[in-house]
Structures are given as C-alpha cells and as structure tokens.
C-alpha cells in the first residue's frame, strides 16, 4: 500500500488544525515586528512568535509584557541564559504573577547579534488569582510529612547533600482552567526511598498534587518498526513493564486508542523491551519513537541543539489519532500521526 513519507523535521514548520495561525501583516497588527504567530489552543495565548523587525534582546523582558499583554501582576523574569556554537543566544523566563511563581508558565527567546529572532512557551491569564494564604508554611509542611509518612528523611541522616527540611515555596498551578495557591515541596526520604513534589493548597492545607521525582531508569530496548525494519530504541522500566518514554531525550509516545481527546491517551507497553507488536499498527508507534530519537540525535550531533526549541522541549508523540485519518501534524506542541485510510495509506510515521 502507497503510504506518505513524513517528515520528522516538520516539527519546525507543520501548523496543526487546531492552532490558530496569523502571518505576515495579520501578525504584526498583533503583535508588533512579527510575522508569524501561534496562538495555542487550549490557552488562546501565543506560544510561538517570529520577529521580521528589529527588536533588542537587551529589552526582551519589557518587550515580553507588552507584546503578550501582560497586566500589572504579571511579570517574566530572566532565569537562564546560555549561548550556542552557532551564536545564538537562548533566554529562558519566568513567569511571576504578584512575585509569585506560575507554574509551567515560561517563555523562551532566540536572539541572535543582539536581536530577538523568535520566541516560544507558555503564557497563562489571570483570573482575579487570590494570593492570600490561611496556613503558614510551617503548618504546610506538617502536612506534607503527613502525607508522606515516612520512616527516615534525608534531612535526619549525617552527612547528607540535604542537610535541612525542604522549604515551602509559594506558587501558583494552573489546573484546568483555575488558578491554585500552593506551598511546594520537595520532599525526599530514605526510607523508603522516595522523592516527590508535594502541592499543598495554601488556605486549606490539603494535598492538591503529588510528582513523583524517582522513575525506574531508561533501558535499551529492540523495535521492530512498521517503515524502518529493526531498530534499537530507548524506553523507560516502569511497574515491571517498558513504555515508551526516555528521560534523557524526554522522548515519549502515547497511544491515543483512536481517540481525538489527548486526555484519553495511555502508555504502550511491553513486557520484554521486544517491541514487536504488529496488531491495529502498533509498530508505527515504534517508528514516531525511534524518529523523535533519531532528529534529537541529529539536532544534538550536528549543532549541539538541546531538542528542538534549543532548551530541552520534550518530544511528544501520539499515535492512532481518529479513525481513518490520513494526516500526521504538529500542533505547537506535539506530534499526532493518523492511521491512514485501510488502503490507499497506512500509519503516517515513517521518517
């Protein structure tokens, strides 16, 4: 069966159908000296912007709040700078709303020669966010402890690289179109062993949410992929089963089950790290998984480019997307491959 040869690479360039995209003069009447904007369709905020002007990198900060409409409240704050072989200057900002940190709230410019190129990230709205607290951190971090009831913590051993209890910063999650003020912790024991990120809600002291920060590592795994015959993958070992997710390259691929909603997407497994499966085209999942891998290499080897925002983005993939869909596309964030049609074309994963 003919299928479409898609292009990894188009990471940079394909527009999904659910963003929202304005070019050329519809940009620049938004945003001023761009010619090419994202709007994310989730937020309705940019999350990717391209400058055709002039704009110095010297007054990115101020040329962040004004072109993304930030309020008085709101602020981003330079928290990492690096340049690259090519001379490219990556900045790297936080967003802060009443000095108070938004969490995933990030944005990342591109300069080169003293003059902004592009930008990308995450922008979140306010909505009247209540920045008052009714327990104090002390009383927070009871709680946490609470919730963690632990034997031993790292804090309690001699010697330790974490010789004090973890201090609870103030930071606002934005969850499922609400704002929410927590006290976040991370906090690591020794027995068991266990390390976690610990949200406790602000005004009531309830656990809002937990991250785990301990995974069972990558592991070297076998793919014998739809397109590119047997290839060797990276996956991760997880509750006695592989997945396919890589911490290294934060490479991950997700089955969507013939789903549009992302939501309802789950983790392909394999019992061996043999990745065999051929039912309902699960071995092009191996293939989307083995590219990702495959560009992040080349970006990495040939222009020590962290991913491909320059700042370690991760490389997100799902696959059965609908039900005879014969299109693959990059929506801004993430890759999303239909199954083809049954006949004229298959999977859309090959690279």
């Known amino acids: 069966m003919r299928k479409i040869i898609t292009l990894l690479f188009l990471l940079f360039s394909i527009q999904g159908v659910f963003a929202q995209v304005f070019k050329d003069k519809e940009a620049s009447l938004r945003i001023k000296g761009a010619d090419y904007i994202n709007i994310n369709s989730k937020r309705k905020t940019p999350d990717h912007i391209q400058l055709s002007s002039e704009v110095s990198a010297l007054s990115s900060a101020s040329w962040l709040k004004s072109s993304l409409k930030l309020s008085s409240s ?19 900002y936080q967003l802060y709303y009443k000095k108070i940190p938004v969490e995933g709230g ?63 910063v103030l930071t606002i999650l934005p969850e499922n179109d609400t704002y929410v003020l927590c006290y976040k912790y991370d906090v690591f024991s020794l027995v068991p062993n266990r390390r976690e990120y610990v949200y406790v809600e602000a005004k009531t002291g309830a656990i809002y949410k937990t991250v785990n920060r301990i995974h069972e590592g990558d592991a070297t795994g ?7 015959g047997t290839k060797q993958i990276t996956t991760d070992s997880y509750n006695g ?59 990495k080897t040939k222009f020590n480019r962290n991913s491909y925002d320059g700042v ?34 298959t999977a859309l994963t090959s690279l």
């Open 74 to 92: 709101q602020e981003f704050l330079l928290i990492k700078e690096e340049v690259d072989q090519l001379g490219f200057a990556h900045l790297k």
């Open 106 to 168: 990030t944005y990342n410019l591109r300069a080169k020669n003293g003059l902004i190129k592009n930008a990308n990230g995450a922008f979140f709205t306010e909505s009247s966010i209540s920045t008052e607290t009714s327990i104090s951190e002390v009383a927070a971090f009871d709680k946490a402890i609470s919730y963690f009831n632990a034997e031993k913590y790292y804090w309690q051993e001699e010697n330790t690289l974490f010789p004090e209890r973890p201090k609870g």
């Open 222 to 228: 076998t793919a014998v992929t739809k397109y590119s």
């Open 241 to 299: 089963v592989y997945r396919l997710r890589e911490t290294a390259r934060k490479v991950e691929t997700y089955n969507l089950q013939n789903s549009t909603s992302y939501s309802s997407a789950v983790d392909f497994t394999d019992a061996d790290n043999n990745w065999n499966t051929t039912t309902n085209q699960d071995n092009a999942a191996y293939d989307a998984h083995f590219g990702s891998e495959a560009v992040y290499d080349f970006y």
């Open 312 to 345: 370690g983005a991760k490389l997100i993939s799902y696959v059965h997307y609908s039900y005879n869909y014969v299109n693959a596309f990059w929506n801004g964030s993430y890759m999303t491959y239909g199954d083809g049609d049954g006949s004229s074309y």
